[in-house]
């Protein structure tokens, strides 16, 4: 059976609240139902995405645990300490999956990036929750095949976002930074990974599911 995953990158509103009505308690819910924390805060060096005060991967045998586990009454219980004093993603497919059946089916797209592929030096935090993003696609491409809803990841390389430029002092700074591995010798565009997601959404990539689309120009071929 595919395992589940539940990740998180939370910016903290409020942070001693956030720790003594959430933060102290999830630990003995996930353990209860099967759970372990592959990643929970530590530090982190972000060289693309948007920062967040923590990074959180668990892990669960399977999906239907990990959905038992944030619907049970002991998390209930405690989950308005981690809504009301934090912001950010929380990725679970608990909402929509219930829709996509009720419809027939449906794409599921999750945007992870290269270094859930590959890993990065002195980024285990990054790397841990970006291939955590990976494995959840593939898990509900296993696991929700037979109610015709496809998941996938997109895993894109260095990409000329703003943030990325804010961050670097020149789009040349950047490309050497990476060296030989950007055999195109150029960032790749916002552009080129929409189409990718334009694709996954589309009937065209109807018996695509459970894949890793690498966007990145051989980058992780190298």
Do not use: W
């Not at 060096?45 to 999906?63: I, K, T, W």
């Not at 038992?68 to 608990?94: D, H, L, Q, W």
């Not at 859930?116 to 955590?132: D, L, T």
């Not at 960032?187 to 996954?200: H, M, N, R, S, V």
Request: proline share 6%; charged share 25%.
């Amino acid at each position: 059976m595919s395992k589940g995953y539940i990740i998180a990158h939370p910016t903290l509103t409020n942070p001693e609240k956030f720790v003594s009505d959430y933060g102290s308690k999830v630990a003995d819910v996930v353990e209860k139902y099967d759970g372990q924390f592959l990643v929970r805060g530590g530090n982190v060096s972000y060289r693309e995405g948007d920062p967040a005060d923590l990074n959180v991967v668990v892990e669960f045998p399977s999906l239907e645990k990990a959905m038992e586990c944030i619907n049970s009454p002991e998390y209930k219980a405690i989950e308005a300490g981690r809504k009301e004093n934090m912001t950010g993603m929380f990725i679970v497919a608990r909402h929509v999956i219930p829709r996509m059946q009720e419809a027939g089916g449906g794409s599921i797209i999750n945007v992870s990036s290269i270094y859930g592929v590959v890993g990065a030096k002195e980024r285990p935090a990054y790397c841990a929750a970006k291939g955590g993003v990976r494995m959840l696609s593939k898990s509900i491409a296993v696991d929700y095949a037979v109610d015709n809803i496809r998941a996938n990841s997109i895993m894109p390389g260095p990409i000329e976002t703003p943030r990325l430029l804010a961050r670097n002092p020149s789009i040349e700074a950047v490309i050497d930074r990476h060296g030989p591995r950007l055999h195109q010798k150029r960032l790749g565009k916002p552009e080129e990974i929409a189409k990718t997601a334009l694709f996954l959404a589309s009937d065209d990539a109807s018996f695509t599911s459970g894949a890793d689309m690498v966007v990145d120009a051989a980058y992780t071929a190298f």
